[in-house]
């Protein structure tokens, strides 16, 4: 890693790969380019560090060591030796290497990962450790191997408040991308329905009061040879910047789902920004305040129920919009466009499918309801 700029990729669900690069741009890094599951920037250790820090959509931060051709897996273990490990980890750093192989005459992916932990332990003098919080990732692909480090540590949904979780929850990243794609900027109320623990909600107050996502975890950079705590450091300590004070607010019928949001708001420092009570979809109103956004991630059927019993809740959230919610614009997940249509309301677009869990699903987002 002697230069001073290379690529990092940031991970995210195929399907929002253009919202994640918009969140990118957005915050100031060059050269956003949308791949498959993610998308590549350039920069050095700062831009790692601050996007582990700042951006909400992204899975990981994945720093790109090297890239070569390669066909054999004893040349993999010499070209891997010219890695500058020494400059990345500490010696006696525990590390781990995982690897992946798809249409290469290297095909086997414990093989591979074998060859270039040799490689990391005889150059770096590492511990290669099966239960280590830093990673290296190995992807070999029609030959062309890519080293990476896992800059993140644990995946970056765990924003380090979320101690509790309702039924089937939706991922911070997810929900800040869904946010993102639907149009929601942080500058309006907002309320969700049917809010379960309050991921929605909790994003969206964290977006409005400017706080930085990662600010209250760590990173597996901090172990890394190159970090530079006090640069990080006033980094992760600057004053946030409020988009502004718009309400959100979160509703569910069941009192320990309400319970859990309420103490994650809590911990996510936003309570004074959130309102979660307990109520039924079906006995909803409006609240006392601009029009802004309803979304909603009702049940699919396909993991919390059985599915011809949930037509009744997009019937329902329909209903609830029309008669409740004149002025105010709408967004939901689902992965059946029969429930979609069962609300009766005007999509103004519908998101190409995106992974969820091993799901397809999309986002529906209408204009202004009447």
């Not at 006995?283 to 909603?296: E, F, N, Q, S, T």
């Not at 029309?322 to 002025?327: A, L």
Request: glycine share 8%.
């Amino acid at each position: 890693m002697t230069q001073t700029r290379f690529d990092i990729f940031l991970a995210c669900p195929p399907g929002l790969e253009s919202a994640l690069a918009s969140e990118l741009a957005e915050n100031g890094f060059a050269k956003c380019r949308p791949e498959q599951g993610g998308v590549t920037i350039k920069g050095g250790w700062a831009e790692v560090w601050r996007a582990n820090l700042q951006i909400r959509g992204a899975t990981r931060v994945l720093a790109v060591l090297d890239r070569f051709k390669c066909q054999h897996l004893n040349q993999l273990e010499q070209l891997a030796r010219q890695t500058p490990w020494p400059e990345l980890f500490h010696a006696g750093t525990p590390v781990k290497v995982e690897a992946s192989c798809r249409k290469s005459r290297i095909y086997h992916d414990g093989a591979a990962a074998e060859r270039v932990a040799n490689a990391i332990a005889r150059t770096a003098l590492v511990a290669i450790r099966d239960d280590a919080e830093i990673t290296v990732r190995v992807r070999i692909d029609h030959d062309v191997v890519t080293l990476s480090v896992d800059s993140s540590g644990e995946p970056l949904h765990k924003r380090g408040y979320k101690q509790a979780v309702a039924k089937a929850p939706l991922r911070e990243t997810m929900a800040a991308l869904l946010l993102r794609e639907m149009g929601y900027d942080g500058r309006a109320p907002l309320l969700d329905p049917v809010c379960g623990s309050g991921t929605f909600v909790i994003e969206a107050a964290q977006l409005a009061a400017g706080l930085a996502p990662g600010r209250a975890r760590g990173f597996a950079f901090e172990r890394f040879a190159s970090f530079d705590r006090d640069a990080f450091m006033a980094l992760r300590n600057r004053a946030p910047h409020a988009r502004s004070d718009a309400p959100c607010f979160g509703f569910d019928r069941d009192p320990g789902a309400v319970r859990m949001a309420k103490e994650n708001a809590e911990r996510a420092e936003v309570s004074d920004r959130v309102t979660f009570s307990e109520r039924g979809l079906k006995d909803l109103k409006r609240p006392d305040c601009a029009p802004g956004w309803v979304v909603a991630n009702p049940p699919y059927g396909a993991r919390v129920g059985d599915k011809s019993a949930v037509f009744g809740v997009y019937k329902t959230f329909g209903a609830v919009m029309r008669d409740q919610f004149s002025g105010w614009r709408a967004a939901f997940i689902t992965t059946d466009e029969k429930m979609a249509k069962a609300t009766g309301l005007a999509f103004e677009r519908t998101s190409a499918p995106i992974d969820h869990g091993g799901l397809k699903i999309r986002l529906h987002v209408t204009g202004e309801v009447k």
